[in-house]
């Protein structure tokens, strides 16, 4: 059975830093891309990164770019979000997920990032 | 990276049709035939509903169909039943490895 587990989330000031990692088990994880998405408290959807298999294709949406930073271990089956310069607007619950053909068939149950003072 | 465009709600009877529209750009919808659709009920994850346009992942009742039409992908749902009521997301691959997700339709079971 496919799971990922997300980690790492919680209260953080304006200004700060956040690490979250997302745990994955039951398939070949160094096979697949792997993405966050996020949901702030009563909105949609919004991509966040995109991590390809290898680590060698990496990309970010405007809204973090230069703040976030995406990561992984393959060895650890595990995927990373460091989070630098938290805002306010930042404040989400922080999926990752699992893409396939270009969709995302695995999600995990989210960890939610608070930006607060 | 604009969002692509939902209607905010929809609605219909037990048994009837509904359709949620998602609109893009040549860039992504009109360009990719990797448009996705998620269904998520309240304080849950998201749950992937239709795959490359059309394609409905094993366990998705067939009821649930997907299309699309130059830069509009559409989502169907066939024979509502009281457990669909959700919000539903449409999202695209927009190249480079970036994606795209819409505003968000939430469906209503009158």
């Known amino acids: 059975e496919v799971q990922l587990v997300e980690s790492g989330g919680g209260l953080v000031r304006p200004g700060g830093s956040l690490r979250l990692s997302c745990a994955a088990s039951g398939f070949t994880f160094s096979s697949f891309t792997m993405n966050w998405v996020r949901q702030a408290p009563g909105k949609g959807l919004e991509w966040v990164s995109s991590i390809s298999f290898s680590s060698r294709y990496i990309s970010y949406a405007d809204s973090v770019k230069g703040r976030f930073t995406i990561s992984r271990d393959n060895t650890k089956n595990s995927l990373y979000l460091q989070m630098n310069s938290l805002r306010a607007e930042d404040t989400a619950v922080y999926y990752c997920a699992r893409v396939a053909s270009g969709s995302y068939n695995s999600w995990g149950q989210g960890t939610l990032v608070t930006v607060s003072s | 990276q604009s969002a692509l465009t939902q209607p905010r709600s929809v609605s219909g009877s037990p048994g009837q049709s509904v359709t949620i529209s998602c609109t893009g750009t040549s860039s992504d919808v009109g360009d990719y035939n990797y448009v996705s659709w998620y269904q998520q009920h309240p304080g849950k994850a998201p749950k992937l509903m239709i795959s490359?346009?059309?394609k409905r992942p094993s366990g998705v009742p067939d009821r649930f169909s997907g299309s699309k039409s130059g830069n509009t992908a559409s989502l169907t749902i066939s024979g509502l039943q009281a457990e669909d009521e959700a919000d539903y997301y449409c999202c695209s691959f927009a190249g480079s490895y970036t994606y795209v997700f819409g505003t968000g339709t939430k469906v209503t079971v009158l």
């Open positions: 490359d346009v059309t």
